[in-house]
């Protein structure tokens, strides 16, 4: 087995996160990194994160790439990850709106590195008002 497929199976990182507002768990960057670094020192690598800023028509995105490096410095596996900056995030500034947007992007680049799951986090999930739907008659409503 590859390093990288080593890891993809062995990395344990859950959902520790709660979003009061939205009611679901979700996993940080810093959890990911947190089940990462064991295995990234019994394999003997590295995990290289980097940002590149592009300006796509007038909006900026972050662009992050990670490199899983193996213990001969040769990369075992890349990832990418893209987020768009928000125009305004209320109670940051534009330093913590560009932070964020980086944190985003370089959790997505590990998730698709690291094959990690996250079918069930807001991102994939259908937030829109449930439809209601009638309630059915029963006998007793005469």
Do not use: H
């Not at 990832?79 to 980086?102: F, H």
């Not at 079918?119 to 008002?129: E, G, I, L, P, R």
């Amino acid at each position: 087995m590859s390093l990288l497929s080593n890891i993809q199976q062995e990395l344990n990182a859950p959902k520790n996160q709660y979003n009061n507002f939205g009611k679901y768990k979700y996993r940080s960057l810093e959890d990911i990194f947190e089940g990462l670094k064991p295995l990234l020192k019994k394999y003997s690598c590295s995990v290289s994160v980097a940002d590149k800023i592009q300006l796509i028509g007038d909006r900026y995105y972050i662009q992050a790439i990670v490199q899983l490096i193996d213990k001969d410095g040769k990369i075992a596996g890349t990832g990418e990850g893209w987020a768009r900056e928000s125009l305004t995030k209320k109670g940051m500034d534009d330093s913590q709106v560009t932070g964020a947007t980086s944190s985003y992007a370089r959790k997505y680049a590990m998730n698709g590195l690291f094959a990690i799951d996250d079918v069930k986090d807001a991102d994939s999930m259908d937030n829109s008002a449930p439809k209601s739907s009638p309630k059915p008659k029963s006998n007793n409503d005469w």
